[in-house]
């Protein structure tokens, strides 16, 4: 029964000032406004009409909608629009008249279209004749379609000429859009038509099918030769561009990503494909190198752009993709595979990591490697999205980011899905007709927004889609561009949406800035290539003029800048696609300027203008001869807990090191993962190891080493062993979870002395020395991270006490109770307060920073206040030079799902929810003070079959809490949180407390491993080291993190980024100083299930 009651007089008088405030809200003046279709008479609308066997069940692209190409057709100085349609002759050309008025020229200018469906379309001046073509792509030959890609050369009298096939570019596939550039740098235009497979996208097949050709898939790059033969030449077979239908091509973008004067290739592939990135080879060819640079894709890759949207002079890349933003939807959306599948589908058939968001890919510098940091950055779920546009809305320097999004039909909805499939099931394999009507009815909507962000020119970009006025625009939005179109100084967007007339949106911002037209002295008319650089005073804006951009979309041959606060240039450089420049000083104002390449003079050097910045270590790896390599054996910790958040097997190898000899050489023990010998890595004279296997005692060969320390243990003057075992394998109790001791022989041997050491057999994380009560030898620190089948259940740590003749005995909680302390990570010794007494600090997962304070022999446990994360790693150093110890800790970071977007403290609740007698991890983060579930309804009734018949639609619980989920099974659990992802520093204030201080942004792009001091002449810095790879797909495995230099400044008080080794992948775990022959420094790094890294 629904009670009704009465609203009081008070709380209605409430409600009604909100209702008028909100009122009041709604008038408030966006960025952007809609301008009606009466006032621009821009009527077009692409009207997908049913046609008999063409459907989203037969054509998987048949809602991907259509294109809009931006232009002066006429050199009148205004810039037009042309619109392609998925119908034939829908296609519409319109003339700018000024003020936002444009003239349907369509029928009298000849370019409506004679192909049944076209897709993307692009503006360029393909002829050489300084007035716009425009160059129009279709899908034909399959379905019933008819027609071909079409070339209309402007007349230059308003009418156009379709002469496709006299330039041999009238091809007959399926494509999705053209890109005109210049290759080969021989002055003139040539032209890359991106295709799309047809076959269907469940055949998974090996990467060795890319060799194969297919007439109606597989990209094609022809060369301009009109000049010689009046045609455009297919080169595609000997440039080295893939011609197969494993490429589901539906974003193309050319930029000169590795700043070497030539221009490169980035290809964004749909579903199992991965996308491309051809370097150039400055010979007529490309090379397809992306498992070299690029750490993950987006799965489901649609359109991108290229542009530098940090200010840093390196062009990045943005692919857009289909998750969700909002809980709702996110948890009906069936996105990435489960961990079984995608482990076959990489290793059996060759395919890169791919997931399931929009991804950001910073460029390092140079095409060097790129890290991907769209969680971060803030823009990872747009939903099904289709074009993203770089460009400065407001005109404050920065790049912004637009992005087009909904679609007709989600037929990804897990509901929906389920539903096929049950019908496929009842009605057997006669599909009909009625049938296929009946599906396409039942797929639910899909309607969107375009998201509008606003980018810091930095890292970091926030949605404004309310602010500037598109998040309330419901629709299916796909092919976009932007253009000035009133010439005010500011850019206004051109969309094009399926069945909705096209949406024009004007720029009302304020602000200065300059548009930059470029005149070409070659068949290269309108500069198509060349870099734009604009240098005022610290900052630098960077632009290359590229037309293609978004998704089957293009923009005009001019580069717009905003000029905040009225501020110009110093001066302004340009390069040229023949790689001629010039630096402009002179006559720079704001409004439009156009720069002719006559003026140009020289060859621009890349090499000097993008000189490398000082690395403070250089790699000498290739100069090192060590023959050992991590090699993790194949454990796979979630087919045991598959609910925890993370596999806890893979967090090695750890180092130690010392001169086990006394040569003067420091050797080092490196910690192997299970199957593993023990081994010491002896250093020679000439500077190369060899190889020293320990003997083996008890289980040690099937140990994980996850930790090791060398000491003086029986104070004979020569350095023993203590290596613990850990990893996430075998239960607490197995045998192989004891640590080994070894006592140096006095001859560079070792003796294994088990004997010595309590038997402590679980799985632990860290070894700390420390002489806790001043005796004069030295003891150790062990702690506990988890219990193989009980992530989430507190570990105990042990204080291991030397009788001072290397026998080990577990310290009684009268001096230390580290019972139950959490699940630690790490752990480091030191005099926090400086009372002469060395304490202990420890981080893990899940806990809050705990130091025990050593009170003359006793300790205290003492915890940071809010300090709670997933913390890695603890490092003692005095970063401020005041005498008192800080510490350096490596937490998860912002690059994640788990912070991204949320408010509010991560949670895990522990508990065994279905009475199995096994305990179950759920995960959740917090918005809006609403908890909600991190994975989603399979993946939770993996372990818990109970919620399945609960819940037999994922629509029941979607957008619902935890609390609502679980509801009376939510009660008696473990409550853990994490209030920080943030690697930080804790900075000791001398009086007890400290001071929680972010790293900057550059180190919160993955989890942190190691910090290590710079011990040479160029740096007295630090450099940070990590990446983790063990999650599930859905979380996305964590590779932005190159290694990274980073200092604390005292002269500002602040951490600053000094830069990155951006050569170098992988998952990095230690990193430690050798002494060698010349009383020289060299750091050794390890990754796990990789080489060893040497620097100096």
Same mark, same amino acid.
């Given at each position: 029964?629904?009670?009704?009651?009465?609203?009081?007089?008070?709380?209605?008088?409430?409600?009604?000032?909100?209702?008028?405030?909100?009122?009041?809200?709604? &008038?408030?003046?966006?960025?952007?406004?809609?301008?009606?279709?009466?006032?621009?008479?821009?009527?077009?609308?692409?009207?997908?009409?049913?046609?008999?066997?063409?459907?989203?069940?037969?054509?998987?692209?048949?809602?991907?909608?259509?294109?809009?190409?931006?232009?002066?057709?006429?050199?009148?100085?205004?810039?037009?629009?042309?619109?392609?349609?998925?119908?034939?002759?829908?296609?519409?050309?319109?003339?700018?008249?000024?003020?936002?008025?444009?003239?349907?020229?369509?029928?009298?200018?000849? @370019?409506?279209?004679?192909?049944?469906?076209?897709?993307?379309?692009? =503006?360029?001046?393909?002829?050489a004749d300084g007035y716009l073509d425009i160059y129009v792509s279709t899908v034909s030959n399959k379905y019933g379609l008819k027609g071909h890609n079409e070339l209309y050369i402007n007349n230059k009298?308003?009418?156009?000429?379709?002469?496709?096939?006299?330039?041999?570019?009238?091809?007959?596939?399926?494509?999705?859009?053209?890109?005109?550039?210049?290759?080969?740098?021989?002055?003139?235009?040539?032209?890359?038509?991106?295709?799309?497979?047809?076959?269907?996208?469940?055949?998974?097949?090996?990467?060795?099918?890319?060799?194969?050709?297919?007439?109606?898939?597989?990209?094609?790059?022809?060369?301009?030769?009109?000049?010689?033969?009046?045609?455009?030449?297919?080169?595609?077979?000997?440039?080295?561009?893939?011609?197969?239908?494993?490429?589901?091509?539906?974003?193309?973008?050319?930029?000169?990503?590795?700043?070497?004067?030539?221009?490169?290739?980035?290809?964004?592939?749909?579903?199992?494909?991965?996308?491309?990135?051809?370097?150039?080879?400055?010979?007529?060819?490309?090379?397809?190198?992306?498992?070299?640079?690029?750490?993950?894709?987006?799965?489901?890759? %649609?359109?991108?752009?290229?542009?530098?949207?940090?200010?840093?002079?390196?062009?990045?890349?943005?692919?857009?993709?289909?998750?969700?933003?909002?809980?709702?939807?996110?948890?009906?959306?069936?996105?990435?595979? $489960?961990?079984?599948?995608?482990?076959?589908?990489?290793?059996?058939?060759?395919?890169?990591?791919?997931?399931?968001?929009?991804?950001?890919?910073?460029?390092?510098?140079?095409? !060097?490697?790129?890290?991907?940091?769209?969680? =971060?950055?803030?823009?990872?779920?747009?939903?099904?999205?289709?074009?993203?546009?770089?460009?400065?809305?407001?005109?404050?320097?920065?790049?912004?980011?637009?992005?087009?999004?909904?679609? !007709?039909?989600?037929?990804?909805?897990?509901?929906?899905?389920?539903? !096929?499939?049950?019908?496929?099931?009842?009605?057997?394999?006669?599909?009909?007709?009625?049938?296929?009507?009946?599906?396409?009815?039942?797929?639910?909507?899909?309607?969107?927004?375009?998201? %509008?962000?606003?980018?810091?020119?930095?890292?970091?970009?926030?949605?404004?889609?309310?602010?500037?006025?598109?998040?309330?625009?419901?629709?299916?939005?796909?092919?976009?561009?932007?253009?000035?179109?009133?010439?005010?100084?500011?850019?206004?967007?051109?969309?094009?949406?399926?069945?909705?007339?096209?949406?024009?949106?004007?720029?009302?911002?304020?602000?200065?800035?300059?548009?930059?037209?470029?005149?070409?002295?070659?068949?290269?008319?309108?500069?198509?290539?060349?870099?734009?650089?604009?240098?005022?005073?610290?900052?630098?804006?960077?632009?290359?003029?590229?037309?293609?951009?978004?998704?089957?979309?293009s923009t005009a041959p001019e580069l717009h800048f905003g000029l905040p606060n009225g501020q110009l240039p110093d001066s302004i450089l340009v390069v040229w696609p023949n790689n001629t420049f010039q630096?402009?000083?002179?006559?720079?104002?704001?409004?439009?300027?156009?720069?002719?390449?006559?003026?140009?003079?020289?060859?621009?050097?890349?090499?000097?203008?993008?000189?490398?910045?000082?690395?403070?270590?250089?790699?000498?790896?290739?100069?090192?001869?060590?023959?050992?390599?991590?090699?993790?054996?194949?454990?796979?910790?979630?087919?045991?807990?598959?609910?925890?958040?993370?596999?806890?097997?893979?967090?090695?190898p750890k180092i130690a090191v010392a001169d086990i000899n006394k040569d003067g050489l420091e050797d080092f023990f490196v910690c192997g993962a299970s199957e593993q010998p023990n081994t010491i890595l002896?250093?020679?004279?000439?500077?190369?190891?060899?190889?020293?296997?320990?003997?083996?005692?008890? %289980?040690?060969?099937?140990?994980?080493?996850?930790?090791?320390?060398?000491?003086?243990?029986?104070?004979?003057?020569?350095?023993? +062993?203590?290596?613990?075992?850990?990893?996430?394998?075998?239960? &607490?109790? &197995?045998?192989?979870?004891?640590?080994?001791?070894?006592?140096?022989?006095?001859?560079?041997?070792?003796?294994?002395?088990?004997?010595?050491?309590?038997?402590?057999?679980?799985?632990?994380?860290?070894?700390?020395?420390?002489?806790?009560?001043?005796?004069?030898?030295?003891?150790?620190?062990?702690?506990?991270?988890?219990?193989?089948?009980?992530?989430?259940?507190?570990?105990?740590?042990?204080?291991?006490?030397?009788?001072?003749?290397? +026998?080990?005995?577990?310290?009684?909680?009268?001096?230390?109770?580290?019972? &139950? +302390?959490?699940?630690?990570?790490?752990?480091?010794?030191?005099?926090?307060?400086?009372?002469?007494?060395?304490?202990?600090?420890?981080?893990?997962?899940?806990?809050?920073?705990?130091?025990?304070?050593?009170?003359?022999?006793?300790?205290?446990?003492?915890?940071?206040? $809010?300090?709670?994360?997933?913390?890695?790693?603890?490092?003692?150093?005095?970063?401020?030079?005041?005498?008192?110890?800080?510490?350096?800790?490596?937490?998860?970071?912002?690059?994640?799902?788990?912070?991204?977007?949320?408010?509010?403290?991560?949670?895990?609740?522990?508990?065994?929810?279905?009475?199995?007698?096994?305990?179950?991890?759920?995960?959740?983060?917090?918005?809006?003070?609403?908890?909600?579930?991190?994975?989603?309804?399979?993946?939770?009734?993996?372990?818990?079959?109970?919620?399945?018949?609960?819940?037999?639609?994922?629509?029941?619980?979607?957008?619902?809490?935890?609390?609502?989920?679980?509801?009376?099974?939510?009660?008696?659990?473990?409550?853990?949180?994490?209030?920080?992802?943030?690697?930080?520093?804790?900075?000791?204030?001398?009086?007890?407390?400290?001071?929680? @201080?972010?790293?900057?942004?550059?180190?919160?792009?993955?989890?942190?491993?190691?910090?290590?001091?710079? %011990?040479?002449?160029?740096?007295?810095?630090?450099?940070?080291?990590?990446?983790?790879?063990?999650?599930?797909?859905?979380?996305?495995?964590?590779?932005?993190?190159?290694?990274?230099?980073?200092?604390?400044?005292?002269?500002?008080?602040?951490?600053?980024?000094?830069?990155?080794?951006?050569?170098?992948?992988?998952?990095?775990?230690?990193?430690?100083?050798?002494?060698?022959?010349?009383?020289?420094?060299?750091?050794?790094?390890?990754?796990?299930?990789?080489? +060893? @890294?040497?620097?100096?």
């Amino acid at each position: 029964m629904i009670k009704v009651h009465s609203l009081p007089i008070k709380l209605l008088c409430n409600f009604l000032v909100l209702v008028f405030l909100l009122g009041a809200c709604k &008038n408030k003046q966006t960025l952007f406004s809609k301008v009606s279709p009466i006032t621009s008479n821009i009527s077009f609308t692409n009207e997908l009409i049913e046609k008999d066997g063409l459907s989203i069940l037969y054509y998987l692209y048949y809602y991907n909608g259509g294109g809009v190409a931006t232009g002066d057709i006429n050199n009148d100085g205004l810039i037009d629009i042309y619109f392609t349609a998925n119908s034939t002759g829908k296609n519409k050309l319109y003339l700018n008249k000024g003020d936002f008025k444009f003239e349907d020229i369509t029928d009298k200018s000849g @370019v409506k279209g004679i192909s049944d469906w076209c897709s993307g379309v692009t =503006m360029a001046d393909v002829n050489a004749d300084g007035y716009l073509d425009i160059y129009v792509s279709t899908v034909s030959n399959k379905y019933g379609l008819k027609g071909h890609n079409e070339l209309y050369i402007n007349n230059k009298n308003g009418t156009f000429t379709e002469e496709s096939s006299k330039y041999g570019l009238n091809t007959a596939c399926f494509s999705t859009q053209s890109v005109f550039f210049d290759y080969d740098l021989d002055g003139d235009l040539d032209c890359y038509i991106l295709n799309q497979s047809h076959k269907p996208h469940a055949n998974i097949v090996n990467i060795s099918n890319r060799a194969n050709y297919d007439s109606l898939s597989g990209d094609r790059l022809f060369r301009n030769d009109v000049a010689t033969t009046g045609k455009f030449t297919d080169v595609t077979a000997a440039s080295g561009i893939y011609q197969s239908n494993l490429g589901y091509g539906l974003g193309i973008s050319i930029g000169d990503l590795n700043n070497d004067g030539w221009d490169d290739i980035y290809i964004g592939n749909d579903f199992h494909e991965n996308d491309y990135y051809y370097v150039n080879q400055q010979n007529g060819t490309f090379k397809e190198v992306g498992a070299d640079h690029f750490g993950h894709y987006s799965r489901f890759s %649609m359109g991108n752009d290229i542009a530098d949207y940090n200010n840093d002079g390196q062009l990045d890349i943005i692919t857009v993709d289909m998750l969700p933003p909002d809980e709702k939807t996110l948890k009906t959306y069936g996105s990435d595979e $489960n961990p079984d599948i995608y482990k076959v589908k990489l290793e059996r058939n060759g395919y890169q990591k791919q997931y399931s968001r929009n991804s950001l890919h910073k460029n390092n510098g140079n095409g !060097v490697t790129f890290s991907e940091v769209g969680l =971060m950055g803030g823009v990872s779920a747009t939903d099904w999205s289709w074009a993203p546009l770089f460009a400065d809305f407001d005109n404050d320097g920065n790049k912004d980011l637009f992005i087009s999004s909904g679609i !007709v039909k989600r037929p990804v909805d897990l509901d929906y899905v389920q539903f !096929v499939s049950d019908m496929k099931s009842n009605k057997g394999l006669d599909i009909t007709d009625k049938f296929d009507q009946e599906v396409i009815d039942k797929m639910p909507d899909g309607s969107s927004h375009p998201f %509008m962000f606003k980018g810091d020119g930095l890292h970091q970009f926030t949605d404004v889609s309310k602010e500037w006025g598109t998040a309330n625009m419901k629709g299916y939005y796909t092919g976009a561009s932007y253009a000035d179109f009133n010439n005010d100084g500011k850019l206004d967007v051109i969309i094009n949406p399926i069945n909705e007339k096209a949406v024009l949106l004007k720029n009302t911002s304020s602000d200065s800035s300059m548009a930059i037209s470029l005149k070409g002295n070659t068949a290269n008319t309108f500069g198509i290539g060349a870099k734009v650089y604009l240098f005022n005073q610290s900052k630098t804006q960077y632009q290359q003029l590229m037309l293609t951009r978004g998704f089957q979309s293009s923009t005009a041959p001019e580069l717009h800048f905003g000029l905040p606060n009225g501020q110009l240039p110093d001066s302004i450089l340009v390069v040229w696609p023949n790689n001629t420049f010039q630096l402009i000083k002179k006559n720079i104002g704001f409004g439009k300027m156009q720069i002719q390449q006559d003026d140009a003079k020289g060859t621009f050097d890349f090499s000097s203008f993008f000189q490398s910045s000082q690395n403070r270590l250089t790699n000498i790896s290739k100069d090192v001869l060590v023959k050992w390599v991590h090699q993790e054996n194949d454990f796979i910790d979630h087919n045991r807990q598959y609910l925890i958040p993370h596999q806890l097997s893979t967090r090695g190898p750890k180092i130690a090191v010392a001169d086990i000899n006394k040569d003067g050489l420091e050797d080092f023990f490196v910690c192997g993962a299970s199957e593993q010998p023990n081994t010491i890595l002896v250093q020679k004279a000439n500077g190369n190891f060899e190889k020293m296997i320990l003997p083996n005692s008890g %289980m040690s060969l099937h140990a994980e080493k996850v930790d090791a320390v060398f000491f003086d243990a029986n104070l004979d003057g020569y350095q023993d +062993l203590y290596i613990v075992s850990g990893g996430n394998q075998y239960d &607490n109790g &197995n045998p192989a979870l004891l640590d080994h001791f070894y006592l140096s022989n006095g001859k560079g041997g070792f003796v294994p002395s088990d004997h010595l050491i309590p038997k402590l057999a679980f799985n632990k994380s860290s070894v700390t020395t420390i002489d806790f009560d001043k005796d004069g030898d030295t003891d150790l620190f062990i702690t506990g991270l988890a219990d193989a089948a009980k992530y989430g259940i507190a570990q105990s740590s042990y204080l291991l006490v030397n009788n001072g003749k290397a +026998l080990f005995s577990v310290a009684p909680n009268s001096i230390i109770n580290a019972d &139950n +302390l959490g699940m630690a990570t790490s752990s480091t010794s030191a005099d926090v307060n400086n009372d002469g007494w060395s304490d202990l600090i420890i981080a893990g997962e899940w806990m809050k920073i705990t130091l025990f304070q050593n009170q003359k022999g006793k300790f205290e446990k003492v915890t940071i206040p $809010n300090s709670s994360g997933l913390w890695q790693t603890i490092v003692q150093t005095d970063i401020n030079n005041d005498g008192w110890i800080d510490f350096l800790a490596g937490n998860w970071g912002h690059n994640t799902k788990l912070s991204s977007g949320k408010n509010g403290p991560l949670k895990l609740y522990v508990k065994d929810f279905d009475n199995n007698g096994s305990l179950e991890q759920v995960m959740c983060y917090t918005i809006n003070n609403n908890e909600y579930t991190f994975l989603g309804k399979d993946e939770l009734e993996r372990a818990l079959p109970v919620l399945k018949k609960a819940y037999l639609k994922y629509g029941e619980v979607a957008g619902k809490t935890v609390q609502y989920m679980f509801y009376d099974l939510f009660k008696d659990y473990i409550e853990l949180d994490a209030v920080t992802l943030s690697s930080v520093c804790f900075i000791n204030n001398g009086k007890g407390g400290f001071k929680m @201080v972010d790293l900057p942004k550059e180190l919160q792009m993955a989890p942190i491993y190691s910090f290590t001091k710079i %011990m040479n002449q160029n740096s007295n810095g630090y450099v940070a080291f990590g990446n983790f790879f063990g999650v599930i797909p859905y979380e996305g495995q964590y590779d932005a993190l190159q290694p990274t230099y980073f200092n604390f400044n005292q002269q500002q008080n602040k951490f600053l980024f000094e830069g990155i080794i951006p050569d170098l992948r992988g998952e990095f775990r230690d990193a430690k100083w050798l002494c060698n022959r010349d009383n020289k420094k060299r750091l050794v790094a390890t990754r796990n299930n990789n080489t +060893l @890294v040497f620097f100096e």
